[in-house]
């Protein structure tokens, strides 16, 4: 099939190196144009569509006039979107035989949006998968075309599971072609009372409250790895509080009557009590530093048993 890809992110980049492999004619891969410095590395889907001999375009809208003069001349069968940045309108999605197909990381309607994989970590999901769906120019909101179901690991990361769910969701995109260009594909409409949104993640999503439970807290540490981090604070008397990024952390097998951030220990083991439960810090970053582990940061930090984890500013 003569296809056109649209994507920008990591998420993206299994899914077009499988059509490539599975012989389909990718006539263009269309990012999203560069927002970072000069000099910065060249987003994932145009990487590997170079690596790949790929035309890579990147146009400032692919809803513009022009962009959809290009998007004609190109004479495509199939735009396949995934992780790219921009909803496509009807008159966009025409313009090709088949209109566009969606991979999107979640059992749509579930976690409609930008950060599906992020979100169902942060609820602490046990299951999660990819969807692939007929476009509309609503958010997510097309027939569903094909659908797959993988188990959430309790300790894994949203990078970890991104990851995961990118490399199946690439067999899932080949199986929705091939049934496209055979005529088998069949849509089911998605139930909108089931609907649910996943907003864009930002910094100030990451400081933890220390009042939630030690569960949610370890789930906000999985969730916002890589990006953008979980973080707190350790507070000290008459000095500058010092921000900490934490990487990882379990739920300690204790309980504790300490106010939520209280450092209940620290040596071999770094201790927090929370709202409920008790967190152990495992992995840490201080800001300036490279990341290491709890007790690496103990042997030249002073944090003392009834020290505190929190806000900024008390």
């Given amino acids: 099939m003569r296809i056109i890809c649209l994507g920008t992110g990591p998420f993206a980049v299994p899914a077009l190196r499988a059509l490539v492999g599975a012989g389909h004619d990718v006539l263009q891969v ?28 990147a146009p400032e809208s692919i809803n513009l006039p022009e962009s959809q003069q290009r998007l004609r001349e190109l004479n495509g069968e199939l735009l396949v ?3 790219y940045g921009e909803i496509l309108k009807d008159a966009t999605l025409a313009l090709t035989t088949h209109g566009g197909i969606n991979l999107h990381g979640s059992l749509l309607p579930r976690y409609r949006g930008a950060a599906p994989v992020q979100w169902a970590v942060l609820n602490g999901d046990t299951h999660t998968g990819n969807t692939v769906i007929q476009m509309t120019p609503g958010l997510d909101a097309g027939p569903i075309l094909g659908q797959q179901t993988l188990a959430i690991d309790p300790d894994e990361t949203a990078g970890e599971l991104e990851s995961r769910l990118a490399t199946a969701g690439a067999e899932l ?41 030690a569960e949610v807290i370890k789930n906000r540490v999985r969730g916002l790895h890589p990006w953008p981090r979980a973080y707190t604070f350790w507070r000290r008397e008459s000095q500058p509080a010092v921000r900490l990024v934490l990487d990882r952390v379990s739920i300690a097998d204790t309980s504790t009557a300490d106010p939520p951030g209280t450092v209940l220990e620290s040596g ?45 500013v008390v």
């Fill in 30 to 57: 269309i990012t999203r144009p560069p927002r970072g410095r000069k000099g910065d590395p060249p987003a994932p889907m145009a990487a590997a569509a170079s690596e790949l001999g790929l035309p890579v375009w």
């Fill in 81 to 83: 979107v995934c992780d």
């Fill in 173 to 213: 995109t080949l199986q929705v072609v091939a049934q496209l260009a055979n005529g088998t594909a069949v849509g089911q409409p998605q139930d909108k009372s089931q609907a649910t949104k996943a907003l864009r993640l930002d910094k100030a999503a990451g400081l933890v409250d220390w009042s939630a439970s």
């Fill in 268 to 312: 071999k083991h770094l201790l927090i009590a929370t709202g409920s439960g008790v967190i152990e810090i495992h992995q840490l970053q201080p800001a300036g530093k490279r990341s290491m582990t709890a007790a690496e940061y103990l042997r030249g930090a002073p944090i003392a048993v009834g020290d505190s984890f929190g806000n900024e």
